[in-house]
């Protein structure tokens, strides 16, 4: 099940194995998530029995000068991205992200790369960012 809205969580509690929603920073994720919790317990299901996921945009450059421009381009600045639940920055603030995001429970981050033409990139992300969560 997709969403994270009144009528998408009580759904999931019925029927699903997993829950996505998307572009949740980790505070709403975590509250989404204890709303899950809280409707699962009422059908006589366990909350481990939904697997929790993430879908968000993202945002990612090897250094500042690279993401300044990246980030420029969108029209918006980091915090503004942010805000809205996109994952932002150079490998280190990703994998703090990263790391909110895990402890505020959700277990899988799919992270939308738009940058379709920067394998480059994606090759950078992939080695400064995966090492840190095998």
Known sequence: MIGGGRGILPLAARYADEWNTVFAKPHA???????L???????GREPASVRRTLMTNLVFA???AGLD???SGKGSSVAELRERGIVV???????VQLE?????GVQTVMLQ????DDL???TALAEAVLPHFS
């Open 37 to 43: 919790d809280h409707l699962l317990a009422e059908r």
């Open 69 to 71: 421009a990246k980030v």
């Open 29 to 35: 994720f975590q509250s989404m998530s204890r709303r």
């Open 100 to 104: 909110e995001l895990a402890e505020a």
């Open 120 to 122: 480059e990139g994606l």
């Open 113 to 116: 790369w738009l940058d379709l």
């Open 62 to 64: 090897r250094d500042q």
């Open 89 to 95: 920055g150079t490998a280190d603030a990703v994998i």
